[in-house]
């Protein structure tokens, strides 16, 4: 079994907060911070609107006459990136916990409001053959056809990892 313990990561929330702004409607820091409130994410405002600055999220006018967020560089945190990602380290580095094999199946753990996004790294980066995967909130649970590729992927994770 191999497992690694990291802190809470800055990118991870960022991510979170990239994502929450491309999927729905935020008009504001305290819409915003309600919404991470929701997935367990507890920011200040201050650490909300450092956030917002650091990832490029501006104000813009939407159809029905208000304001919301948008993120101009949304590639760069949209997770359907081709098969192949060369960030896959990184993000390993900056939203991995914890991997651990229990028998086919792996289990990796991730900060709040993560999971989906590595989710979506881990199964486009080509490098294993999966039955299939589930993500939450902060854990992703991936079906291997046996234990000898389950504990593959988690070595081959954690050591990406440390790479990032």
């Not at 919404?35 to 367990?40: I, N, R």
């Not at 098969?83 to 289990?107: C, F, M, W, Y």
């Not at 991730?110 to 881990?122: C, I, S």
Request: glycine share 8%; net charge negative; hydrophobic share 40%.
């Amino acid at each position: 079994m191999s497992t690694r313990t990291v802190p809470e990561s800055v990118a991870a929330r960022r991510a979170r907060i990239a994502a929450l702004i491309c999927e729905q409607v935020v008009s504001s820091q305290e819409d915003l911070g309600r919404l991470l409130a929701d997935d367990g994410i507890v920011v200040t405002q201050a650490t909300l609107s450092r956030d917002l600055d650091a990832i490029g999220a501006v104000k813009k006018p939407n159809a029905g006459g208000g304001t919301r967020y948008l993120v101009p560089d949304q590639q760069k945190w949209d997770t359907s990136l081709p098969v192949g990602d060369p960030s896959l380290p990184r993000i390993l580095n900056e939203t991995l916990l914890k991997a651990e094999a229990a028998q086919n199946i792996v289990v990796l753990h991730t900060p709040p409001g993560a999971a989906q996004y590595l989710a979506g790294h881990v199964d486009r980066s080509g490098l294993f053959e999966s039955v299939g995967s589930v993500a939450g909130d902060d854990t992703i649970i991936i079906v291997m056809r046996d234990t000898a590729e389950a504990q593959r992927m988690c070595a081959t994770l954690l050591d990406l990892s440390e790479k990032g």
